[in-house]
């Protein structure tokens, strides 16, 4: 039984050595035979988006089989190019995306169809074979970048992964179980983007976990934004700038992911699927980590060539996402309990105004240790804290929160308590306008908003005029304070 297999291309690329100029014959014969191939798979993707039939399924199964061949006698090769075939490697991996999101919207029933045999294709997985015996992987998992949702092979428990694990599990362990619960409500947003590009979700939470801890609204000093923190040039670069409300698109959990994973895809296509690289790119730059590569012309993040020019919070930052990863997978190897949370967003629309704050007072904790504030925000995003919301609005809540809101947000003292507390905060909101601010060296419109109690450095910016996506300030210049704390 053939299988379409085109993920087996990361070990067949990363056996590859640099290659002399001139190709023989062999080798322009190889590119020729990928080429064939790649253009048959895809057009016979395109054919079973289309149709979904067994014959299709059948043609891209044929055509997986070509190209793997094809790539497998170029890397035998002592003068085949393996470039292009990385290229094309990171194409499959954004069509075989795109396949798969498609298959999510249109929902289970568009993937149920009948073959050869009475077997079906569904849930994502396709019985190309045409019987019930001859079951394969389906394309999401046989397109794995990093072989499915499993890291195990890939992380080295090297000294600066079991230097990160002493971190988490020690004075970070806090830090570790709120990004895991704040993960937990938002991961029905999250976690699609990455089951579909075939990437783990223990990478994913990694990277959250280290980045924003589950904020969706935090900001570095840098001037990074959101749960998986863009810089707003990159995050403009993959589509998360402004949409037609204002809104930044880089605080948005379900945009920033998706931008996270095409992000890393291209980081993998660029350093021959080195997940260490192409974590210290999406912290330290990818210009800067290119440049390493090709000047040392080595392929590892271990390197001391590499590792030791890399400023030291990428040096830090790898290794610490490696092992949140790491401990996401085996919790119970380290003694570490993992909040579980009883998650079931639903929607709730307000029957009368009310802000957030005033929804995470009087809803109260309802078996939430900490209440609920984290929660009301990362899943309605659009909405800054103190805001009151006209009755109408309709919002994401978790379960909880919205019978809590029936009980005692409506009526009673709990109730009028929490509209006395909210409508207090927002008197002092709107009167504590601090004037103006002299920028000085070093400061950012960031760590501006968070010294003077502004809304964010997106509504600082908006008030002087200060156009994304770079938010250039210089030293000297003057900035209305309005609407901040002083």
């Not at 050595?17 to 080429?35: D, I, L």
């Not at 904790?365 to 209440?371: A, I, L, V």
């Not at 308590?417 to 950012?444: F, I, N, P």
């Amino acid at each position: 039984m053939q299988r379409l297999c085109v993920a087996v291309l990361v070990g067949v690329l990363a056996g590859c050595a640099a290659q002399p100029r001139t190709a023989s014959n062999a080798a322009v014969s190889a590119h020729g035979a990928a080429e064939a191939a790649a253009e048959a798979w895809r057009s016979a993707l395109a054919e079973w988006r289309a149709q979904r039939s067994a014959e299709s399924a059948a043609r891209l199964r044929d055509a997986g089989a070509a190209l793997q061949s094809a790539n497998e006698a170029c890397a035998a090769l002592p003068d085949c190019d393996t470039a292009p075939l990385l290229a094309r490697y990171a194409e499959l991996l954004s069509a075989q995306s795109e396949l798969l999101v498609q298959h999510d919207e249109a929902g289970p029933d568009a993937l149920a169809l009948e073959g050869e045999g009475g077997a079906l294709v569904e849930e994502g997985r396709v019985d190309l074979a045409g019987g019930p015996e001859a079951e394969i992987e389906g394309l999401q998992d046989s397109l794995a970048l990093l072989k499915g949702r499993d890291l195990r092979e890939l992380i080295a428990l090297n000294a600066p992964v079991k230097a990160a694990l002493n971190e988490w599990l020690t004075w970070m362990r806090p830090q570790l179980l709120e990004s895991y619960e704040n993960y937990q409500f938002m991961r029905h947003r999250m976690w699609p983007e990455y089951e579909a590009a075939g990437l783990p979700e223990a990478l994913l939470f990694g990277i959250l976990a280290k980045e924003s801890a589950g904020k969706v609204h935090a900001v570095s000093r840098a001037g990074a934004a959101g749960p998986l923190q863009f810089m707003p040039a990159t995050g403009a670069r993959l589509g998360l700038g402004r949409d037609a409300d204002g809104f930044d698109l880089r605080f948005d959990p379900q945009m920033s992911t998706r931008a996270n994973v095409r992000y890393l895809n291209e980081r993998f296509a660029e350093f021959n699927n080195d997940l260490a690289l192409a974590l210290a790119a999406y912290n330290g730059g990818e210009g800067r980590v290119g440049r390493l590569v090709r000047q040392h012309g080595r392929r590892s993040f271990w390197d001391a060539g590499i590792n030791r020019q890399l400023p030291s919070e990428t040096r830090d930052y790898v290794p610490m996402v490696l092992a949140a990863a790491w401990l996401f997978l085996h919790p119970e190897d380290y003694g570490l309990e993992l909040p579980q949370v009883e998650v079931e967003p639903v929607a709730l629309v307000l029957e009368q105004p009310a802000s957030l704050n005033q929804l995470a007072i009087c809803v109260g904790q309802r078996g939430s240790r900490s209440g609920w504030f984290r929660a009301l925000r990362n899943l309605n995003p659009r909405h800054l804290p103190h805001t009151e919301l006209a009755a109408g609005t309709r919002l994401e809540v978790p379960a909880q929160v919205a019978a809590g809101y029936r009980e005692d947000c409506l009526a009673g003292e709990l109730a009028e308590a929490a509209l006395q507390l909210a409508s207090a905060a927002k008197r002092h909101d709107s009167g504590a306008v601090a004037g103006s601010y002299t920028v000085r060296r070093g400061d950012t419109l960031a760590s501006i908003a968070r010294r003077h109690g502004c809304d964010s450095p997106e509504s600082l910016a908006r008030v002087n005029g200060i156009k994304p996506p770079s938010y250039l300030i210089r030293p000297g210049q003057s900035l209305r304070l309005a609407g901040c704390r002083g």
